[in-house]
């Protein structure tokens, strides 16, 4: 079947009620969407029953979880472009329709600030693009992804998936660090030297942390330095992984 569209008016009305339809939210009951009110998007495809293909295991790190999910999701939204996703009535139906489950589980709401929690997970309007990237469940997961296929050259996807997701701090430092995030050869080579310090070294705390002296922050803050410095989008990712390299032995020693 088609990646299914809500109207404008029914997105409007749902955001607006979510108090009144908490029952729907939290257990599932009742439907508060008309389906002969959907549109699809044209030659677009996305499998039937498709929240029962997400992982849901509990005992995974939330890192971890969003990886897995993230390839699932670019993975089974077929033919969607960017500029689709940027539409915050395509992720509305999908929240809705089939990843209810899913959202309740992985950003945990409940009575807790139910409302709130809704309105960010279920749709995408509460911090403008940034709700997209950051907050709607099934958003963020499909934009994960497409950070990695814009880069990622002829590099395995499924890895650098895992490699971008799994540490949720350095998820968010590298996707929303623009001098260095848009340009993807820089993107890769900065995910392929994390897959190098991986292998030779399995125990590295290198990547973990939050403080702002975290060894990859000032790692970051290294990079967008030789940004000022050089034309880094004129080098290869194999010349550009070199140099992020020497950066980064210099900083973990």
């Keep these: 079947m088609q990646i299914p569209i809500l109207p404008q008016a029914t997105v409007h009305n749902l955001y607006t009620n979510v108090k ?7 257990s599932g009951e009742g439907s508060i969407i008309e389906t002969d009110t959907l549109k699809y998007l044209t030659g677009t495809s996305i499998p039937e029953d498709p929240g029962s293909q997400m992982v849901t295991d509990a005992k995974m790190p939330e890192g971890k979880l969003d990886a897995a999910n993230s390839v699932i999701i670019f993975k089974m939204l077929e033919n969607m472009t960017a500029y689709q996703a940027r539409d915050e009535r395509i992720w ?3 929240t809705h329709l089939y990843f209810r489950e899913y959202t309740v589980f992985r950003h945990k709401i409940s009575d807790n600030k139910f409302e709130t929690s809704i309105q960010n997970h279920f749709f995408a309007r509460n911090a403008g693009f940034r709700s997209l990237e950051r907050l709607n469940s099934i958003s963020r997961l499909w934009w994960h992804g497409y950070f990695i296929e814009r880069c990622r ?5 499924d890895e650098l ?8 701090d350095f998820r968010q430092q590298l996707v929303e660090r623009p001098e260095i995030s848009k340009i993807p050869k820089v993107a890769l080579a900065i995910l392929l030297c994390k897959k190098k310090l991986n292998e030779e070294q399995p125990n590295n ?4 942390g939050r403080a702002k002296t975290a060894p990859y922050r000032l790692w970051f803050k290294r990079l967008s330095m030789e940004g000022g410095r050089v034309l880094l989008s004129a080098m290869t990712s194999e010349e550009l992984t070199d140099l992020f390299w020497t950066f980064l032995e210099e900083i973990n020693t």
């Design 92 to 94: 509305c139906a999908l």
């Design 153 to 157: 050259e002829n590099n395995d996807f």
């Design 20 to 26: 009144k339809n908490k029952n729907f939210y939290l």
């Design 205 to 208: 705390e290198f990547f973990k």
């Design 161 to 168: 998936v895992h490699l971008l997701c799994s540490d949720t």
